[in-house]
């Protein structure tokens, strides 16, 4: 269950920058801030998919069976 909350949070976090940049993409000329907040929802996205990949791994948590099983 822990495990779930942490990536529902990490996806949280990634909607809150991609949010964020919208505003900086519009409004404002300079581009270091959209870069920030894009590179944060890259790592965000880059860590939900590893935290899901090593709990699969140890069996922390099961993935559905696929239909055709």
């Known amino acids: 269950m ?13 909607l809150i920058n991609l949010a964020l940049a919208l505003p900086t993409l519009l409004k404002q000329p ?3 801030l959209l870069t920030r ?3 944060r929802r ?3 996205s880059a ?3 590893l935290i899901i ?5 140890l069996g922390l948590i099961t993935p559905n ?3 055709w099983h």
């Not at 822990?2 to 990634?14: D, Q």
């Not at 990949?53 to 791994?57: K, P, R, S, T, V």
Request: aromatic fraction near 10%.
């Open 53 to 57: 990949f090593i709990a699969i791994a």
């Open 2 to 14: 822990v495990i779930k909350i942490v990536i529902i949070g990490v996806v949280l976090a990634v």
């Open 65 to 67: 069976p696929a239909p």
């Open 37 to 39: 907040y894009l590179g």
């Open 30 to 32: 300079d581009k270091s």
């Open 47 to 49: 860590l939900v998919l």
């Open 42 to 44: 890259l790592f965000g």
